[in-house]
């Protein structure tokens, strides 16, 4: 019982849902106020996290399932800011499209419960259980804008998708039980025999799964359509969150159990890496809506992180935690911005209802100029140097092809970044926009705009934190 | 000295710019405005003149070095400089504020984002020529290419949008290659400090893909053929003082480039590679000047004309003799004064008639006499006169090329005519001749600003051209070292 307060935050937060639902029964018209206490509740767990647990090395809690440490902590800490601020910027983007309900805060509260589960995990089960958990609650955000065709769409799609990919992440799973008598990580890395090839179809299955949780190429087709279809602000939770859970869990599955079968996963990660850094540069050459440019832009970025962990190295694994750091703050600029293009209520979301709003927004396109140079890898910001630590790692293990495509296809990335540059300052203007948006909107575009910007004047203080994190 | 006089100068424009981007410009003229980033230059050009004085000449150690940790425990903020970087230092500083005087008649819209974006791009330009790291070099060779995008794309002609593509694209695409050397150099060697770099030595196995790294991006920078095809583009459709910085500076970022780095990095690699430099080298002389030739546009006639004499400065570069090295300074520093001068003029009757091509003009000189006077100075200048300080880079170089490779020197030579055939018959073309186009007669001569940027650029192109003394003190120190060590290295492996 003691080691109850290890898992606080997640104790607290599912307390907090079950109280929020019963809340949002009784009381009526009580959106915005469970909205608030939302906020509240992630904000906490945030903190808690921050004084009690984040100077745990490592613990096993639950029989060895549950695994504590630095790993899990600062992800868990990345998550829940990560939604903290999705939340805060939803508020005024819902109660505008009208969606204003209290079913929005309380998906995002069990999905981020189902996130810390995963990133905990160290049993083959409770990360099912985790994964499944984030899933629900993601397929009704998808479609939490019912009224809208795309929306219902974009849910049904990822919910068969995302069925199927559990189905196979599933039988991966009970392939490595049955060949290794253990749903625990470290036990199965214990017993393992590697002479066993049914052990590598069970880890191509999880790793398919993963994959596809995280859309990565070849199993990214369900992104475009899902992102261009939710609700902007579920599509900002999309970009973002559940890929900070599920590449912990990709770093834990891979690095905890199979570590000695590296040989066999390692090729698999090199080809997920190069296949979606590739796919993710020229796919989004013609796109024209914003939402559907930025899936196949996250592919390509899911590909850096990739090429980090497939570099086999503490390195590599603390590079590509500091690029979905860095990622995620350059995601939360870039649709900070996509939510301030609204006009009479409407929101735009396509490339060219940016044209030349550098002439009436002059901040707001400064902004985004400095984050789309950012995306595209272009020192000296932040953008550069999550690629910069991600190809160190990589040529240290003399992976020299990995990183001469990577850096190879983030020319072609730049080509529509500066597309999308070119768009708002060089094409002619158009109406302008509203200047009246919520503070949390202007503090979330501001905050991420200015550690872009300013991120080289100290950039040793997030490789400190990173540094901590070994796992190998 | 406590005073961290380089980075100093690295930041006084970054910091002139954050005053500019802060300031209101709600007036016509914007007076203000050009005031602030004009003082912020100018502070700066005094300040490297300053550490110019303060330089000692003598020493062949680099000077003025600070050393901060920067990326903990693998990449330290180093920057220091030597007689190499101190000239390029003040040709940037120098060439700045004419840049700044300069919009007054060329730049309409969104004068201030212009200035912010030439500042912030001298802060950068600075950065690439005092870094002592590889990380920090690359750092500031990349941000500059975010401002002049925007200088090439926001105030450019009718084709801007693709020449800001074009240039944007195959600088990054040769840059990266040099990415993977640096961070292959810090696992080979454990460092990217420069100065440890010159005394370890990199293992040889290992200097011909380094260097091949290094040459893409800094024959695509320099430019040199077959990879120069971006420069014309982005020339022609840069606004006037974009394509000063272009030529005058960005240009001899990749020459320094080859200098700092190629020759102190890979010796054995350059002495591999110094055939392929060659041919490269008298291509980019004999062919561009005929392409030269036949230009009608008169900026991409002197964009082409860059190309031509960069490749001098390759093949001065690459002769490793102290004539060959010196005269490549020296003709670097003389390009960009006199190309910076030329495009000037260019932008001169620009203004006044809006047409760049060679045929609208003809006989201009009646008109304008101020400005054709000073316009042959350039052109004379340009096409290596003795007397500007365009003579002796080329001199040099041709003396350093003559010791090491009889043949080449001799077909660069034959560059030198058609240097003087393209530029003379471009004057010949614009100033002289029939006054056929009556709309010329309503030209005004040079204004005072214009007058002002001019002369300043003509004074040291004449004053170095008959007493280049100061130029070659400052730099015979750090090329003799460099030489010297490039010599050891050699032997060494």
């Known amino acids: 019982m003691e080691n109850l307060h290890f898992v606080l935050p997640e104790i607290f937060l599912s307390l907090s849902i079950m109280f929020l639902l019963i809340l949002g029964v009784f009381k009526k018209d009580s959106s915005i106020l469970i909205h608030n206490i939302s906020l509240i509740v992630l904000l906490i767990s945030a903190v808690i996290i921050f004084n009690e647990i984040i100077e745990i090395e490592k613990i096993y809690l639950f029989n060895g399932s549950i695994v504590i440490d630095y790993l899990s902590s600062f992800m868990k800490i990345i998550t829940l800011l990560a939604a903290f601020i999705v939340l805060a910027i939803s508020k005024s983007y819902l109660k505008i499209i009208k969606i204003l309900k209290i079913e929005y805060p309380i998906l995002i509260l069990s999905s981020i419960l189902g996130m810390m589960i995963m990133i905990s995990s160290n049993d083959l089960i409770v990360f099912y259980m985790g994964l499944e958990l984030q899933s629900l609650a993601l397929y009704v955000l998808a479609t939490f804008n019912r009224n809208n065709l795309k929306s219902s769409e974009a849910g049904l799609k990822y919910f068969v998708l995302s069925a199927l990919s559990s189905g196979l992440l599933l039988y991966g799973c009970s392939l490595i039980y049955g060949f290794s008598g253990s749903t625990n990580f470290d036990t199965i890395a214990v017993q393992l025999n590697s002479n066993e090839y049914a052990l590598t179809f069970g880890i191509v299955f999880i790793l398919v799964g993963l994959a596809f949780k995280i859309s990565a190429v070849p199993f990214h087709m369900w992104a475009p359509d899902v992102y261009e279809g939710s609700p902007t602000t579920v599509t900002l939770f999309f970009t973002m969150v559940p890929k900070i859970a599920a590449l912990t869990v990709f770093i834990r599955f891979l690095y905890v159990p199979f570590l000695n079968l590296i040989d066999q996963w390692q090729m698999i990660l090199v080809f997920l890496s190069i296949a979606s850094m590739l796919f993710g540069a020229i796919a989004a050459i013609g796109q024209t809506n914003i939402k559907r440019l930025i899936a196949y832009s996250s592919i390509g970025h899911i590909g850096y992180a990739l090429a980090g962990l497939a570099s086999s190295s503490n390195d590599g694994i603390q590079s590509s935690i500091m690029y979905i750091t860095i990622y995620v703050i350059m995601n939360l600029g870039l649709f900070s911005c996509l939510l301030m293009m609204k006009r009479n209520n409407e929101y735009y979301e396509n490339l060219e209802d940016l044209s030349g709003i550098s002439k009436h927004h002059p901040l707001l396109s400064l902004s985004l100029l400095i984050i789309l140079f950012s995306l595209a890898g272009i020192p000296p910001l932040a953008g550069f140097f999550a690629k910069f630590y991600i190809f160190k790692a990589v040529i240290e293990q003399s992976m020299y092809f990995l990183a001469i495509v990577g850096l190879l296809s983030t020319v072609v990335a730049a080509f529509y970044y500066l597309r999308i540059i070119k768009i708002i300052y060089f094409d002619p203007e158009k109406e302008k926009y509203d200047q009246n948006h919520s503070p949390w909107l202007k503090f979330s575009l501001t905050f991420s705009t200015i550690l872009i910007l300013f991120y080289f004047i100290f950039p040793s203080q997030l490789v400190e934190i990173v540094s901590r994190i070994n796992i190998i | 000295m406590n005073f961290p006089i380089i980075s100093a100068l690295i930041l006084l424009p970054a910091i002139g710019s954050l005053f500019l981007f802060f300031s209101r410009s709600n007036n016509e003229k914007n007076t203000t405005i050009k005031y602030v980033a004009l003082f912020t230059s100018l502070v700066n050009f005094l300040l490297s003149i300053y550490l110019w004085l303060l330089f000692d000449q003598v020493s062949s150690e680099f000077q003025f070095v600070e050393d901060r940790e920067w990326l903990a425990g693998f990449v330290n903020y180093k920057v220091g400089i030597d007689g190499i970087s101190i000239l390029f230092i003040i040709l940037t500083t120098f060439i700045t504020p004419l840049c700044i005087i300069s919009v007054n008649n060329t730049i309409k819209i969104r004068l201030r984002d212009f200035l912010i974006a030439i500042l912030i791009m001298e802060s950068f330009m600075i950065g690439v020529f005092c870094s002592l790291d590889l990380v920090v070099f690359y750092l500031f060779f990349e941000a500059g290419l975010i401002p002049m995008f925007l200088i090439v794309g926001i105030w450019g002609g009718t ?323 460099l030489i010297s060590m490039y010599n050891l290295n050699l032997i060494n492996k």
């Open chain 2, 159 to 481: 084709r801007r949008i693709y020449s800001a593509f074009k240039f944007f694209l195959y600088t990054l695409l040769g840059s990266v290659l040099m990415l993977v050397a640096i961070i292959s150099i810090y696992w080979i060697s454990g460092t990217t400090d420069v100065v440890k770099l010159y005394e370890l030595g990199i293992d040889a196995k290992y200097q011909n893909l380094l260097w091949l790294a290094f040459f893409s991006s800094f024959a695509v920078k320099t430019p040199m053929w077959p990879v120069h095809t971006w420069l014309p583009d982005a020339h022609v459709e840069a606004p006037t003082a974009g394509s000063v910085l272009l030529a005058a500076i960005l240009l001899k970022m990749a020459g320094y480039g080859f200098i700092r780095f190629s020759l102190g990095l890979f010796p054995i690699a350059s002495e591999l590679f110094t055939p392929l430099i060659y041919v490269l080298s008298v291509i980019a002389i004999i062919f561009t000047s005929l392409i030269a030739l036949m230009q009608e546009d008169m900026k991409k006639l002197i964009a082409y004309s860059s190309v031509a004499h960069m490749g001098f400065v390759t093949l001065g570069i690459f002769t490793i003799q102290q004539q060959g090295i010196e005269g490549s300074i020296i003709q670097m520093i003389s390009h960009g004064l006199v190309s910076a001068a030329l495009f000037l003029c260019v932008g001169v009757v620009y203004d006044r008639m809006h047409s760049r091509l060679i045929t609208t003009y003809g006989g201009i000189v009646t008109i304008i006499p101020k400005y054709s006077v000073l316009f042959m100075i350039f052109a004379l200048a340009s096409l290596g006169l003795p007397g500007t300080s365009g003579f002796i880079g080329e001199f040099l170089i041709l003396m350093g090329a003559f010791k090491d490779n009889f043949l080449v020197a001799v077909v660069a030579s034959l560059g030198v005519i058609l240097g003087a055939a393209y530029i003379l018959w471009l004057y010949k073309r614009v100033v002289f001749g029939e006054l056929v186009n009556k709309d010329l007669e309503k030209m005004k001569d040079l204004n005072r600003s214009e007058y002002f940027i001019l002369i300043s650029l003509a004074i040291p192109i004449i004053f170095f051209g008959f007493y280049p003394e100061p130029l070659f003190n400052t730099i015979e120190v750090s090329v003799n070292n």
